[in-house]
Structures are given as structure tokens and as C-alpha cells.
């Protein structure tokens, strides 16, 4: 077995302790060991890749039963199970595009099991790359049962919204927490309501950027994963502004994909931990 | 007579050309030259630096008489006479620091003819540097008459505020447009009041910066200057954030000062054009 | 007519005021210009982009009378007619990939008439583009008359290296001045020979990057273009500096390439004015 | 006691687990831990910050105990007892006065116990600062027997070469292995000799920058701790170049001296680990 564990529970003494004794009793070796103590919510969080000549389940029990009083939130995953993404799109093609190059290099560890999307512009691109895709439907109770269904047939991990122009429903992000990555534009300062690059514009500023969060209820509002930015110059037409921000955008979302993948997010209140 | 023109005006036919002339007209050769026409505004900017045999005074006379049919606003500095910089500060000392070292250093071209405060705390720093320092009374209203006669007894050519924590009459603003630089943090979302680190700690922002802008009527909405930004981690706390925070926005007020001191700042409506 | 008119000539009186003369006399307006003198070579050179009523062919015809006496290198391109880029690659897709991809979005003003490889590894991933792709034989000497004849066949104005691994003969090179792009890791401090992310990874680099430069008879050694790093760290194994390092030559050499598609390079000794 | 523990060995089983057990048995509760094993040089480095009721020696016999197996080496310090910096410095003052203006905002948790020099330029700055300032003799190893003696005399953790122009022997560096820190400029590519921003201007650089690395007999090619970079164009002179890079150099310097102050920096085979 060659894993990821990942834990958080309420900071204690003898965490560390506990865990490298459960693993000695499964017989494992550890490769990596990341940890951080938030002091906001006192909460701790590590994360350890861990070699055994036992099974994932044999080692699975161990781990649990060493650490289980510490009242934990636990994963195990063997690094060969890549986690499955089940990506939304809908007409604009660049953090797809990025996504796909990525994992054809091998660069980005997940499956992509199939892209759905409110419209059908990139179905050629998405197939020409041997993976399914889906239009859903216009209504959006309808739409978001599909990607239910889709997520539960597929056993999908995670969602990425890679520029989906539509806004889920309060429930749907409920009912998938820290399990759906969104990608954002963002300025300094920041600007409300539509055709935002325009605004930046008006507003001359020097610097636009991207945010990869997580969704929460309250859409573009949710825990910050990764984030970049760009230097600009006044020669910058509008235009400019959206093709230097469309290439943050798909390198920001990539990223925090990658993060994703590699179990290195971790939720301390509305702050991410980064390994 | 080795000096700087800049020139605004409304966008039309033949500006470079009636320039050009106009600097043939006055013996003189151009060393550079910059220009943009801002397509929202429909204004033509320009900065040109020209050498001539003739005297400043020679040398203007011909060049007004070139350019007037534009209906322009120009200015022409001789590079030797080095603008003046009046700095307002209150406690804290980096960005001041930072503007006494460049200034000794010969890297920034002004002259600080005084540096004002609201306390006493820099009295000491700004004297060991030769620097006349003034402490300003408390009352607001009787602060600014002394800010304004400084300025005008020390031909103060713009007014520097280094991290000055007084938030200045919309009449003060008034009365030096584009002529008063200030120094404010940034983030990825912005924040709103007290405590702005702190607050950014607790959204779990990946990136801080500083933005340099000129101060209107309305505190920290002038035009932009300057930006930077630097990526943080989740490790850092709200203390790391101000400490990261004070190296940002000394480097981007220190870059604004350079820009305003060598004319390089234009205005074109609410943003500026930088050369 | 709309039109980038470049001009590169010994320093001297009057040039601006020279070119503002042609364009006025061939009805034209100047949208943009830029300009810069290099004190090294006292090498002048601007960039301009003109509009007029006149066709091109008129309106060349004037401005080549109004500058000849300047004894210049100049060059008029409608801005309708995009450069043509032939392109090289060998078996590695992340540059190729982030030029066809700018060039579907319309991000890239190029022409892309065909694709040449030393290998066939990329055949299908071009013509999926619905480009031609085009074999070279083994032999070098072959290899480059085909280039050649394809240049020459395809009105071609650049030639770009996607990471074409393989090192183009002195006399080719010397046939194509200043129009061949290449893209190349960089690192600090450098190193020479076999394996450079493996070398980089052994000494501890804290930053890696990648360099695009004009090619000349001595390979990775012509006038820069543009340069861009990434800060890595000490976990990085070799695959990781190297999988940072393919999204910094795609970025780098996408830029190279753009520069170059709108006139914006220019060269004054071995180095580049870029505007 | 609040500690930090740093902690290098061969990699083998069950080393967190020993130092979890050690920590345990002196009463003490771990507050941050960061370990990585070098897959080259296998081994296995660890920097671990604990509190305890004890004190620093009842702990640290403890601690060796529990550890003493792993035949490691162990650094334990208390976060009170800060290093003490000595600096050295010829003419310029850039370096050093970051250094003085971090200490005094107490963002540097160093002590400067003295400053020396080969030249008594900067003595009135060090002493406007309340640090004593010392002259060394022109010869070399007469200079290299003072820093020697100064060393011991104030009991100096590391030296800090903050541009000190002169070349130190061989024998000295390798007395002080891993506790001199040098600043230097760095470019893509890079240049060897005299004058190197005159030489990195003649090539057309798009980037400069700087690199702080520990010292060994073979100057500028020691370990690497810290690195970054500025952008910068074809306007820049090489006055300018320099001016940019002694703001890079005097942050790389002033970030490393940072790290190591906090224990921060291991040395696995010629590379650095940061934590």
C-alpha cells in the first residue's frame, strides 16, 4: 500500500504520537508527513503518505482503530486511486482545454469519467479527446438531478466548474461540501455586477487576477484555494484584460485541481490549509 | 536646457507633427517620447524629453506658441529642477524609511524641503536625516492651514502621505488634484473597515498587495497608480500579513513617488496612464 | 488603409517630425506610436500604427519619399494581413499546443500555413487542428531545403521553434535573421550539458524559468525576447521542475510569438527593443 | 520552555515516532512540526517547535535521550535567546540597511552585536543605530583573525556578508560551514567577470536578480537559500539595473537571514531545505 491519510480533529497532546504508533503497529513507513494547528479554531490537520507491505483495508483498520480516539476525520486513499472529476462547462473552452492537456500529460492526477454542460459548443473538443459528454438540460432542477445522477453513476469525487455559467442552486452546493472547485476573476479593488474586465478598465487598475474556491451556497464567496495575478499596463484594452485573465484563470483552476488530486486542501473554518 | 514636456490635450490630427515642429523651431532634439491616446476619453498624452541650446524660458516661449492651437495643458521641467516633495506621516516609519534611503541613495530625484505629523514619534528619525521636521495641532481644520502654507512657502510640488492616518477634508483634496499620493493595502477580496489583515487572515486570502493612487475627494478611490501584490500562505499570521503587508506598500509608494518625479503620471478621466 | 508602419535608423534631428510629415501628406492618423533610442548603437527605432483613406500601396509610396533621406530599414504591414508562422516541433506538445489553442481563440494575429517535425508523434494532434503536417527526413541538409522550400512555398514570415530538438545549421540560420523564435529553460545560476532540470534540482534552485530568443548561428545564444520564472521549492523532485518548466515555455514562447506577429521587436545590436 | 527542535539524520523507521515519544516524556506539547526526507542524499530532516513546562536543559536531556539512537544531529534552542548576526559590510549600504530597519521593527529576531568593515564608510550609519562598528585591517588575514576573534568575543551564531567586497579564504569558510550568508546578483543567463549589469545590459536581459547563499571555499556556489527575480525592459539603463537590483538584493538578503534566524534552513548534500 503506497497512501494518502489525511486527518482533522480538535488539537490535543499526543496527535503525532499516536499516529506514528499506528503506523508502526501496520507495519508502515512514513514518506511525507505535513501538519499545521490553526489557532483561530484549534484545529489540527495533517497529512501523511504512508508505504506498508498490508493491504489498504488491513491498514485501513489499524489506522482507524490507533487513532479513533482522538474523534478524527479520516481519509485513506492509495495513491493509484486517482480521484474522479466530473468537469462543467459551458461555452468557453480555456481552463477545459488546460484540464485536458494536463491530464493527456500525466501532470494531473484524476480521472475525468465525462464533461456536462448547458450547451453544446465544446462536445467536439470533449470528444475528440476520447471523453464522454453530456448536455443537460435548459430547466435547472432538471440540470442538477442529471449532474446528481452523473456524479453517483460515475462514484465522482469532486466537481469543477471550469467556467460554468450557471449559478447552483443553494441545495446542490450543500449537498457537495468542499466537493465543488470554482474559478473567479478577481481585481484589485474588487467590482460587483457584469462585464467586470470593462470595469477593471474603467478603474485603470494594474493588477488583475483569478481565485480557485471552493462553492458554498454563496456562490464566488466560499473558501480561497489558490489565487495569481497579472501585471497590466493602461495600453490594456478590455479585450486584453480578458485574455491575459483567461490565461490566470486556467492556470489558477489547474492548480487548485492538482491541490484537489493530491489531498493537499484541508478546511479550517472558512480558511483552506495548503500542503 | 535638458527638460521634460508633457502634454493632454483632445485627440486630433497632427499633435506629434506641431510638436515635432515646434521642438525644431526651439533648436532642440528629442531624446524620447512617449504617447497614448486613451480610446474612453478621447485624450492624447505625451511625454517628451527634449534637449536644446536654448535657455528654459527661450525654449517655452517657442514651444507654447507651437502647441496653443491644441488647446493643451503642457508643463516643461528642466531635469535639474527636481520636484518638491511634502511628506505626511503619523507613527509608522517604513514608508518613510524607505523614501529617506532612495532619497540618499540618489535614486529618487525630489527634494524634501519637511516632513509633517499629527504625532511626534518620527521627529527623531526625520532629524537625524537633515530634514526639518513639523509637528502639526490636533484639530484637523487647523492641520490643513498649516499642510497648506507649507506647501506654499516650501514651493511644495506635491504632497506625499506615507502612511498619514488622517483622513483629509474633501476641500484639501480639492485643492491639490493630482497632486497628493497615497499608500493602501489590497486584497483578494477587498475588506471593508477595521482591521483589514485580520480580516483577510480570516477569508484565508493566498495574496496581499498594495495599491499607490492619488488621493481625490474620495479616500482610497483615486486614480491608481501603482500595484503589487505578494502570495501568503496559511501559516502566516495576521502579524506575517502586516509585516509582508509594510514591504509591499513601501516598494509600490516608493515606485509612485519615482513615477510622480518624473513626470511619468498622466490622468485620462478616472485612470492614469504611466510611461 | 490601417497598418503598423516599423522604421529602424541611425539616431538623428528630425525623424519623429520626418514621419509625422509623411503621414499627414498621405492623409493618414497616427493611432499609436512608440519610439526609443538605443545609446549603445545610437540605433533609432519606432513603431507606429497608422489609418488612412489611402490604399497601402499610396500610402507607401509617400512615406518611403517623406523618410528615404533617413536612410532607413522600414517596413508597412496591413494589420489585416497576419505573419505567417511555420512552425517546428519534434515530440513535445505543450508548446505547439498553447500556440494552436491562442490561435483557435483568436488571441494569436498569425497564420499558421503548416506544421513541420523531424518526428510524426504530433501528426495527429495538427491535423485535428485542420493544419497541414508535414515529415522531415533524417538528414539534416534535407531536412532544412524542405523548411526551406516550405518558407518559400508558404510566403512564410517566422519560423518558430516549438521545441524543435534539433540544432538548425550556422548558414540556415544566418539565412533567416531575426526571424527565427526559439524557447529555452533558464535557470539561475545556468547550466550547460544534458539534463538541465536534473542539474538545477541537484543544486537547490529556488527558481527556474525559460527564455525566448531570436536564433543565430549560435544556438540559445541570440537577442532575448522575453523571459519569464516560477518560484519552486525544495520538494520538487526533477519531474516536478520539469513540468513547471513546459508551463513556462509555453507561456514565454505563446508571448515571443505574439510580439513578433504585431511588429513589436526590434533589434539594436544583440538586444531587443520591445514595445 | 518554548523551543525549537531541528533534528537531521539518515532516514529510517519510526523517527517521528521517537521524537513524538521524547517530546511526551518531557512534558512537552508540539506547536508546529515540519519534516521532508531527501530522496538523494537519504536523509531526513525535521524542525519541530515545542513547549514544555520544563526547562531547556531538563528538556533537552530528554530529548537526546530519546533520540540518540537515530545518531542525529540536534539543534535545540529557545525562542527567546535569538542568534546573534555578525555583519559584515564594505561600502554600499542597502543590505545593511534593511537589515537595521527590520531588526528595529522587530520583524528580525536576530541580535547584531557588532558591525565590521573594511572601510569606515558606514560607520556613522551603524552607530546612528546604537551597534558598534569596528574597522578591519587591509590585510586579509590580519581582517580574517579579527572577524575570527569578534566572532568568538560575541558569541556569533552566523556571519552575514551584506556586500562585504572582499573575498574570504578558504580556511575561513570552512571554519564557519553553513553559518556565512552571502548575497549576490544573479541574471538569465549568467555572466561572469567585472561590471555584470553593464554586461547583463549588453545582452538585453528581461530579468535580473539575486541569490543568498551560504558560503563555502568556493565563493557564489554555495548552497542556495533564497532567490527572486525582477522583470525589466529595454528603457532601463545600467544605472537603472543596479538600482533594481540592490532592492532585490537587500530583500533576498534581509529573507534569508530571516530564515535562518528561525531555524528554518537545513542542508541535505549541496541543496537547502526550507521550512
Redesign the interface.
Known sequence: MDAILTLTCSDQ??I??SM??A??ACGG????????????TNLFVMRTRIQSEQSLSEASKVLHQGLMHLDPEISLREIVRKKRAIILVTKE??CL?DLL?LHE?G?LPIEIPVVLSNHSDLRDLVE?HGIPFQQLPAQKADAEAIIRNSVEHHDGDFLVLARYMQILSEEFCEHYPSQIINIHH?????FKGAKPYHQA???????I?A?AHFVTGDLDEG???????A?V???A?PEDLI?IG??IER?VLSKAVKLFAEDRIFL???????F
Open positions: 497532546p499526543g503525532v504520537h506514528t504508533s503506523v508502526l513507513n512514513i514518506i511525507e508527513n505535513q501538519q499545521f494547528t490553526d489557532p483561530t473552452s480555456h482545454r492537456y500529460l501532470e475528440a478577481s481585481f484589485l479593488p474588487g478598465h474603467a478603474r485603470g487598475v494594474k493588477i487576477g481565485t473558501p480561497i484555494i489558490e489565487q495569481d495575478v501585471h499596463s493602461h495600453s484594452t485574455a483567461r490565461d492556470r479550517v473554518g472558512n480558511r483552506t490549509v495548503i
